[in-house]
């Protein structure tokens, strides 16, 4: 077995990323079009990118870690050691990451109907995309794992799945209930990505806990209203007493510091929840004690922090320092946050000020399910919402 060069990455190696409806690639970072024609269809290997890989060339399947690094932040690919720490030419499926559908009772307001087929009326209703668009998703609306050979994934480490939302997929959570009757789910650490609306019945409950280590990464965006109008039409009380069980699950184990059974948060930061991270991570890390991992939004524009123009970045900046102040000595675990939203202020704007046209997608798409932004006061203030008027 070869080391790896320089260039090279893990997970072409090792890895492989599955979605409905779509070829297998390396890693959920490579996109399908970029695959050579040999290599669709198939688990692995990824041929060409390997190839590419062993000349120590970037592949350009690769161009969004290779963006990351040139701008000196880590990527994917240096973060690989997470998961690989055998870093050789040898392919062995060892970490499998799958999208199982897109199957989801809710609509949040950073997706789309890619991944949420509750999306397909608004995105007509709105003009987004066309009705051929949504009748092609609708053709193959979940993963199909019960015909995934079970025999590829004899060197399984790790699992990670995203949705839609997972456990509304009855093929999922059949895949659950076979790796544990195969006897390989002892073997193998899996990550579930969950609106945390949804309970498992008690069969596939007794298969989860029968892998060697269990993560439940829930998908929330703030607390209470905050989450509510973001990830609508969730309901906040459901939301709580679903963790809650979770979180009994976890005491079983030992608690917050067991290594077993690990409960996770990961909101996704936009415009409408940054002024509200501080009381979100403060609820997550101190009340529930739950790990908290921030995500960001790029795309809508509309919605991310790094589009909106200047004056926008330095109010809220001065509101987030305003709230953590004095809290990120007494509580370290907040401040991931403070220093994230502070990096996505501090971005360079455009010279073009598109706020009004930003406030009217997130209006338009609000009224059309009968929210009113207004909910979300800090966010108004930020704003000035009361003195601007919206077309």
Not at 132 to 161: A, F, G, M, P, S
Not at 361 to 389: M, P, S, W, Y
Request: proline letters at 4%.
């Amino acid at each position: 077995m070869n080391k790896l060069p320089s260039n090279a990455c893990a997970y072409p190696f090792k890895a492989a990323m599955l979605q409905h409806g779509l070829p297998a690639t390396p890693c959920c970072r490579f996109h399908h079009r970029f695959l050579s024609e040999l290599d669709k269809d198939i688990v692995t290997p990824f041929s060409d990118v390997q190839e590419t890989m062993l000349r120590n060339e970037w592949h350009p399947g690769c161009y969004k870690c290779k963006a990351d690094e040139d701008a000196g932040k880590e990527s994917m690919r240096t973060q690989a050691d997470n998961f690989f720490s055998d870093f050789t030419d040898s392919t062995q499926l060892e970490y499998l990451e799958i999208t199982v559908g897109r199957l989801c009772n809710l609509k949040c307001i950073t997706c789309g109907p890619e991944f949420s087929h509750t999306w397909d009326e608004d995105t007509i209703s709105l003009g987004l995309e066309s009705q051929d668009y949504i009748t092609k998703l609708r053709q193959v609306q979940e993963l199909d794992l019960d015909n995934l050979d079970l025999n590829k994934l004899t060197k399984l480490k790790n699992i990670k799945v995203t949705g839609g939302e997972p456990f509304l997929h009855r093929q999922f959570l059949r895949f659950v209930v076979n790796l544990a009757a195969s006897g390989m789910a002892s073997n193998v650490s899996i990550e579930i990505f969950t609106n945390c609306t949804w309970y498992p019945e008690k069969v596939e409950m007794d298969a989860l806990l029968q892998f060697k280590q269990v993560r439940i990464t829930t998908s929330l965006d703030g607390y209470g209203v905050v989450n509510d109008f973001v990830r609508y039409p969730s309901n906040w009380k459901r939301v709580e007493e679903t963790l809650d069980k979770w979180i009994a699950v976890r005491e079983q184990y030992g608690g917050p510091e067991n290594e077993t059974f690990i409960i996770t948060a990961a909101p996704t930061v936009s415009v409408l929840n940054a002024c509200y991270m501080f009381e979100f991570m403060h609820w997550a890390r101190v009340h529930k004690q739950i790990e908290v991992v921030l995500q960001t939004v790029y795309e809508p524009n509309y919605l991310s922090i790094t589009h909106w123009p200047n004056w926008f970045k330095s109010k809220l900046k001065y509101t987030i320092d305003a709230q953590f102040e004095g809290f990120n000595n007494r509580y370290a675990k907040l401040i991931p946050a403070h220093e994230l939203i502070t990096k996505l202020c501090l971005t360079p704007s455009n010279e073009i000020d598109k706020s009004s046209e930003y406030l009217h997608e997130i209006n338009r798409v609000a009224n059309h399910r009968g929210q009113d932004v207004r909910i979300l006061k800090k966010f108004c203030d930020l704003i000035n919402l009361e003195a601007t008027r919206i077309a």
